[in-house]
Nanobody
Framework: QVQLVESGGGLVQPGGSLRLSCVASSSIFRIVTMGWYRQAPGKQRELVAAITRGGSSNYADFVKGRFTISRDNAKNTAYLQMSGLKAEGTAVYYC?????????WGQGTLVTVSP
């Protein structure tokens, strides 16, 4: 079973930037689509961005133009570069993949956007 480990969260001021990383424990990472989700307090988890094994990406409307998803298959790592962060971006951010029909989630990394 592959494991996903996120890092890079923290406290950032509105308008600031952070880069999140998600490292997979298996090289099977290279053939799967990776996604970043977030869950704000009291809200449902929602998709932020996803990237296919070939590098095609899609974004939620609320982050378009501000966030960039990328991957480095040689490092089994996916990234989420976040810019122009807003207070409503405060959430736990999770990386995700679907492997052989099973959803795999990391433990999450907390991003707090506050003055």
């Amino acid at each position: 079973q592959v494991q996903l480990v996120e890092s890079g969260g923290g406290l950032v001021q509105p308008g600031g930037s952070l880069r999140l990383s998600c490292v997979a424990s298996s090289s099977i990472f290279r053939i799967v689509t990776m996604g970043w989700y977030r869950q704000a307090p009291g809200k449902q988890r929602e998709l932020v961005a996803a990237i296919t094994r070939g590098g095609s990406s899609n974004y939620a409307d609320f982050v378009k133009g501000r966030f960039t998803i990328s991957r480095d298959n040689a490092k089994n790592t996916a990234y989420l570069q976040m810019s122009g962060l807003k207070a409503e971006g405060t959430a736990v951010y999770y990386c995700n993949t679907n492997m052989f029909g099973s959803e795999v989630w990391g433990q999450g990394t907390l991003v707090t956007v506050s003055p």
